[in-house]
């Protein structure tokens, strides 16, 4: 049976130890378009004379393993990505809570309120259902106070309703109950009747008020570090059982371009890695897959200087992290025993409708300016901020009788932005870490 491109798979696992696979740590499987890492070992033409005109045996060179990945931008793995460029994120939790909120202003008529003394409702609360019972208003002395009250009967129905929140909002006259827990899971239903006591949903407007699902977001921000993490990286072909391990992987180049047309938007990694390794099984047969959820260009912005750049047709955005792959020695190997980091350096170019000179006379003086790609895709973003740069100059040219563009390359840097960081990526989604 040949190999067949479509049923090649792509692993990755941290690596804690340059070179060495892990015996634990997250194995994800990665979605991607090509996988170009390859292993080669150049063969050394010998001038040895024999007394034949018969070529000798050639010699064996260093064993360079290096390629390119292009895989899909999407909202979730570019976390993984982006780990491997830059370094480790700092996350930190931008999750909501579920609520239920009444759907019209309720009574504020305290008299109608202190004649109740058994209010009662049933709800669910985080997919915990349970009668609500013995709410009574007689010495309430304010809105606030009834909401009080319907918040201690809550907490005391149930001990999972023990951080649930009720308040009442003067501007809107409306009751919130709030699950005392956020994510995805976090949420409260309506109000229903519960088996006895003075129904409060009707006064509460919670009979069919408006309930929100709590969700599950974070905010990953990454830095420029001292160092990057090493991977191993595995390439397989699953329907003819061969697997080839790229120990000691890194990411030498990041490069990605958002531009208009009916492109799909991907990225690509140029990596350098230590050694490959064959194998007859997969580094697991139950990797962690983070769900495909794609970031396109159609949804894309550019700002330049802190504006949106509303001329922009394309930008071309590149992160070199300047690995030094030159570390072979005398091993008995003849493979890398490091692959040292460089200096990050970000460039690229930015091509736009050439309408003012704007762009232009920063270029001309030098002057100082910011970029940042932003992809957005629903309550999820990317964010990839240069906050210095320059652009270089580059007069726009006349190739025929259509709308003139000008492209202009740029060079990133780190001065004294208090972003302290020469690129700055920052991602919102719904993974709570990128630490495995």
């Known amino acids: 049976m040949q190999a067949k491109g479509m049923k090649s798979i792509l692993n990755l696992v941290f690596e804690s130890t340059y070179g060495v696979l892990p015996s634990t740590g997250t194995i994800y499987r990665m979605p991607f378009n090509k996988n170009a890492l390859t292993s080669k070992q150049n063969q050394i033409a010998s001038n040895t004379i024999t007394g034949r005109r018969d070529a000798v045996q050639p010699g064996l060179g260093q064993i360079d393993v290096s390629g390119q990945l292009d895989l899909p931008l999407d909202v979730r793995n570019i976390g993984l990505t982006l780990k491997a460029v830059i370094g480790v994120p700092t996350t930190t939790s931008l999750s909501t809570s579920g609520n239920l909120i009444s759907n019209s202003p309720i009574d504020v008529t305290l008299e109608d309120w202190t004649k109740i003394t058994t209010g009662s409702f049933h709800i669910s609360i985080d997919g915990t259902a349970s009668d609500v019972t013995g709410i009574t208003f007689a010495s309430v002395v304010s809105m606030s106070a009834i909401a009080t009250a319907i918040q201690a009967a809550i907490q005391a129905a149930n001990t999972k309703f023990s951080a649930v929140i009720v308040s009442y909002d003067e501007g809107t006259q409306k009751i919130t109950i709030t699950s005392g827990t956020t994510g995805a899971t976090s949420s409260v239903s309506q109000m229903t009747a519960a088996a006895s006591g003075t129904y409060l949903g009707d006064l509460l407007n919670m009979t069919n008020g408006v309930s929100t699902a709590g969700a599950a977001l974070y905010q990953h921000v990454f830095k420029v570090g001292d160092s990057v993490p090493s991977l191993t990286i595995e390439k397989g072909f699953s329907d003819i059982g061969k697997y080839f391990r790229y120990l000691g992987a ?40 983070l769900a495909l959820l794609r970031f396109n260009n159609v949804n894309a912005e550019v700002k330049e200087g802190g504006n949106t750049l509303a001329t922009c047709r394309k930008i071309q955005l590149d992160i070199d992290n300047g690995l030094d792959g030159d570390t072979y020695c005398l091993n008995g190997s003849g493979i890398r025993p490091a692959i040292n980091e460089g200096v990050l350096t970000p460039s690229g170019s930015v091509e736009a409708l050439f309408i003012d000179t704007s762009l ?77």
């Open 250 to 289: 890194k990411v030498n180049k990041f490069s990605l371009t958002a531009q208009v047309g009916n492109n799909e938007t991907t990225y690509t990694m140029d990596m350098m890695a230590a050694n490959e390794v064959e194998a007859a099984v997969p580094l697991t047969a139950a990797p962690s897959s």
């Open 360 to 436: 232009l006379d920063k270029a001309i003086n030098g002057t100082e300016t910011s970029l940042e790609l932003i992809y957005s895709n629903g309550q999820y973003s990317l964010s990839i901020k240069l906050p210095e740069l320059l652009f270089e100059r580059a007069t726009p040219t006349v190739d025929g009788p259509k709308g003139v563009t000008a492209t202009l390359s740029y060079k990133g840097y780190y001065s004294n932005d208090s972003g302290n960081s020469a690129v700055i990526a920052t991602l919102i989604n719904d993974v709570s870490s990128y630490a495995g």
